[in-house]
DNA sequence: GAGTTGGTTAGTCATATAGCTAAGTATTGC
DNA sequence: GCAATACTTAGCTATATGACTAACCAACTC
């Protein structure tokens, strides 16, 4: 559970692999097409796929030599639920402390 | 922009960071009261904290000799706002897929 | 004003991350 | 079958991260 959302995390900690979550929302790519346009070697690239592959994020299969990856629908909303659990909360809380305000204003008055 | 995304996620992959998040919605809290229950040495938490602030996801304030850290609404905002927009994005690529699905299965029979 | 409490700073260590080059493997195309 | 393409593996380096101890400072409390 905890380990999950680590990984996920940390794995859209970095430009490079929020920049191909983006490209991969417009459909299922080859490795080199989506290398294009990131100015790093291809063995760091690929490691930058393998950290997004683990965290379950994407996924990828072979076929002859080339390899396709595709986002994987479920990992992204697993980190979408935390957000809304807790933002949910958290907003919860910031109209109580705007009533209060509010509260406060008029009494003052 | 890219920066602040980047110290954002990173902030929240890490399960001390997160829960330390979670207590915070409760309400503001200091130091010391935040630390009781998480098995670490203070010094250790404290980069916890740290790093929390840094991201924007905190503040805190020192009053005597306590400090009191605060949730800060508007950086959870940002991060959901991505999650939101990329989400929707690949939720609409998914329904195009349902679609034709569903379509490839009627023909077919 | 001496001790306790609450936090801070400094310094060390181990592991992880992000980058590179160089060399290797496996398909595909001529 | 030889060359080009598309990765893949191995190995290196530098910096960042997460943990610790030890020592320190500042502010309450007796």
Do not use: Y
Request: net charge positive; charged share 30%; proline share 4%.
């Amino acid at each position: 559970m905890t380990n999950q959302l680590d990984s996920f995390f940390s794995a859209l900690a970095d430009p490079t692999r929020r920049a191909v979550v983006e490209q991969l929302i417009q459909g299922p790519a080859a490795v080199s097409a989506l290398h294009d346009g990131h100015d790093m070697a291809l063995p760091t690239f690929l490691r930058h796929l393998k950290v997004l592959e683990d965290s379950g994020l994407v996924t990828s299969t072979k076929k002859g030599r080339v390899r396709t990856v595709e986002m994987q629908p479920k990992a992204l909303r697993a980190g979408a639920d935390w957000f809304e659990a807790h933002k949910s909360m958290w907003e919860g809380r910031i109209d109580r402390l705007a009533r209060l305000a509010d509260h406060l204003e008029r009494t003052r008055t």
